[in-house]
T-cell receptor, first 112, second 114 residues
Framework: DTGVSQDPRHKITKRGQNVTFRCDPI?????LYWYRQTLGQGPEFLTY????????KSRLLSDRFSAERPKGSFSTLEIQRTEQGDSAMYLC??????????FGQGTRLTVV | AQSVSQHNHHVILSEAASLELGCNYS??????LFWYVQYPGQHLQLLLK??????LVKGIKGFEAEFIKSKFSFNLRKPSVQWSDTAEYFC????????????FGQGTTLQVKP
């Protein structure tokens, strides 16, 4: 499968714990995006990388959230000191320059 | 800020019925427009897109959408739905030549009864 891959698919964590998600984009896609989706809503943009540079962050991305794409390939999204409000589906997408985005299956986070 | 509005949150149709899902966006400049579909348990997939040219766009699985600039609309249509079209449908926009980030509508859940 050469699509966007996300790991893990599901994560249950206790409030206050840190979690890290990984995204492997389609190879040679310059752009990588993170979105968050809650029940009954469309995905909301969190952050965007072009190659290894993080070029935009949403106001939704609090200080507890950090994302990296160290070598311009895979990316990680870390949430520190998780809160129940962080429970959501975290989606990763990648694209070549200025065309449609291809989405992964997402990581469903449940904070208990 | 851009926003996208999808008028119908939940639509129930019988097989062979015609489908039209509404989508309006708020941005006044040039936009790229998309419809994505999410089948149960699967990832978001592109149904169709409009970047420029003919405002009537044909996508996969018999879907089409019409861009009406004066109405800021990009409605999705299918003449005859099938049970397998049961899914969630999202309209999205972005600004060409910019970051490519998508602004999504809330989504419409389509349930097709056999």
């Amino acid at each position: 499968d050469t699509g966007v891959s996300q790991d893990p698919r599901h994560k249950i964590t206790k409030r206050g714990q840190n979690v890290t998600f990984r995204c492997d984009p389609i190879s040679e896609h310059n752009r990588l995006y993170w979105y968050r989706q809650t029940l009954g809503q469309g995905p909301e943009f969190l952050t965007y990388f072009q190659n290894e540079a993080q070029l935009e962050k949403s106001r939704l991305l609090s200080d507890r959230f950090s994302a990296e794409r160290p070598k311009g390939s895979f990316s990680t999204l870390e949430i520190q000191r998780t809160e129940q409000g962080d429970s959501a589906m975290y989606l990763c997408a990648s694209s070549p320059l200025d065309t449609e985005a291809f989405f992964g299956q997402g990581t469903r986070l449940t904070v208990v | 800020a851009q926003s996208v509005s999808q008028h119908n949150h939940h639509v129930i149709l019988s097989e062979a019925a015609s489908l039209e899902l509404g989508c309006n966006y708020s941005y006044g400049g040039t936009v790229n427009l998309f419809w994505y579909v999410q089948y149960p348990g699967q990832h978001l997939q592109l149904l169709l897109k409009y970047f420029s040219g003919d405002p009537l766009v044909k996508g996969i699985k018999g879907f089409e959408a019409e861009f009406i600039k004066s109405k800021f609309s990009f409605n999705l249509r299918k003449p005859s739905v099938q049970w397998s079209d049961t899914a969630e449908y999202f309209c999205a926009v972005n600004e060409p030549g910019n970051t490519g980030k998508l602004i999504f509508g809330q989504g419409t859940t389509l349930q097709v009864k056999p």
